[in-house]
């Protein structure tokens, strides 16, 4: 078997940077080619879930960049090296577990497996998972659970808005667990899967073959549980799944988009059950715990992210962790295309702005000028003792925005605002925060006042 020349490996790996670089990481540097043989080049990963990623996301694209620079029909094979899974480490060389590869171009980037799981990503670890008040609680228990399944917290529920990081806690667990005993029994699939597979079951008379797949685990992982809502016959399967892991001391961990009790339809026997553990919820993230995602998915990806680049990316996006992932995206696009640095001025021209129009940071400074201007109030009243809805509103509002887009921690707001406590700070939040919806006022006032925030005024 010849080895490929480790320049001809460098120069493929510093094409498929430039041309796909949003798929390239920054673990690429530790897969090592071994061999080529009948126009198959294998490559060693470090684990299983680096290589199943590589196959799921990176197939084409390595194909693409080894032909190029051999100017060859060649194609990649991917194995994983004998150490499990490591969340991110470097494992120690071992034996290559070799698998039959999927062969070019019948790959595809697939989002479920054949057995109907869901396939674990690289990107997907603890350490890779950002911390900030809105998830602090989520992430510690999930940390529990997945060092000591079956016994911290069970079943684990973490419920919060799409796009906000329940899926990537949800894959930590198993990566984790993994690592710890690489024999455990994971099954980690959609609610979706286990509808259909149940009603294809029963359809076929299969029910004992569909219970071993659900029940014989050591851990039972779903998303979306939602998706079980007005599922009669579905939510009485999962009832008696739930009744025999849970006897047996085996982890049950689901996510949803809404707490338990707020689940339409869900029967009340199943609510119950949900809770017995514990329910936690990962809400939008402030300003810097957006900064810090925006940071450590550049990292990830092998980019240095500038300061006043990730400011400019968490001031713009405020809603969830997906969109902060696409705007830095277009970023990356933009200056493999233009084959230019990351500087702010291209960052604003990736996002669509003029780069010309000059950026301001948000301060307490410009969010109390457009509240007390919306509003009709002085800095004095805001600041003042007074507790009458005309000054109250305005005052959290301020707060509530200042914990969105500025640095500064509970105690410097409520300091800010008359030398209020942490704990005044937090309540004012959470109320703004809990109100928004409900009440237009508030929701019109918090899109006007982002807007100006968001264009530098």
Not at 40 to 49: C, F, L, N, S
Not at 109 to 119: F, H, M, Q, R, S
Request: with cysteine.
């Amino acid at each position: 078997m010849a080895t490929p020349d480790m320049a001809i490996w460098d120069d493929a790996l510093v094409l498929l940077r430039k041309t796909h670089p949003t798929i390239c990481r920054h673990w690429f540097n530790t897969l090592e080619p071994s061999g080529l043989e009948g126009g198959v080049v294998t490559i060693v990963a470090p684990t299983t879930t680096y290589r199943d990623y590589l196959e799921r996301t990176c197939a084409d694209a390595f194909d693409d960049a080894l032909r190029t620079v051999t100017s060859r029909l060649v194609t990649s094979r991917f194995v994983a090296a004998g150490h499990d899974e490591d969340e991110g480490g470097e494992p120690e060389p071992a034996e290559v577990q070799i698998r039959k590869p999927v062969e070019h171009p019948a790959r595809q980037a697939k989002l479920v497996n054949g057995d109907g799981t869901l396939p674990l990503s690289p990107d997907y670890t603890f350490k890779h998972y950002v911390v900030g008040p809105d998830n602090r609680m989520a992430h510690a228990a999930a940390c529990a659970v997945a060092d000591n399944p079956g016994k911290a917290y069970n079943p684990y529920f973490v419920h919060g808005d799409v796009g906000l990081g329940k899926t990537h806690l949800l894959q930590a667990i198993c990566l984790r667990i993994r690592s710890n005993n690489p024999q455990a029994r994971i099954f980690f699939t959609s609610c979706e899967h286990f509808m259909t597979r149940f009603m294809e079951d029963v359809a076929a008379g299969r029910m004992s073959t569909f219970r071993h797949q659900f029940r014989d685990l050591d851990v039972l992982v779903i998303d979306d549980i939602q998706f079980l809502a007005k599922r009669d016959r579905t939510q009485e399967e999962f009832f008696h799944t739930f009744n025999t892991l849970y006897q047996m001391d085996k982890q049950i961990i689901l996510s949803s988009d809404l707490p338990p009790e707020q689940i339409p339809d869900l029967e009340e026997r199943l609510v119950s059950r949900f809770k017995w553990g514990l329910v936690t919820q990962i809400a939008k993230p402030g300003f810097e715990t957006r900064l810090e995602i925006v940071k450590e998915k550049g990292r990830m990806r092998g980019l240095e992210i500038p300061e006043n680049v990730a400011e400019l990316v968490a001031t713009r996006i405020e809603t969830n962790v997906r969109e902060l992932e696409g705007a830095l995206t277009s970023i990356q696009l933009y200056a493999a295309v233009e084959n230019k640095p990351i500087t702010l001025e291209l960052a604003r021209l990736a996002l669509g702005e003029d780069p010309n129009q000059t950026f301001k940071p948000v301060t307490i400074d410009r969010i109390v000028e457009h509240v007390t201007e919306y509003f009709g109030v002085r800095l004095a009243d805001l600041q003042s003792r007074k507790r009458t809805r005309t000054i109250a509103m305005p005052r959290q509002i301020c707060m509530y925005l200042a914990r969105e887009h500025t640095r500064h921690s509970l105690e410097e707001i409520g300091g800010y605002f008359g030398g209020r406590d942490h704990t005044t700070v937090l309540h004012g939040i959470r109320t703004i925060g809990d109100r928004q919806d409900l009440e237009p006022e508030i929701g019109q006032a918090l899109e006007t006042l982002e807007a100006k925030l968001r264009a530098g005024e």
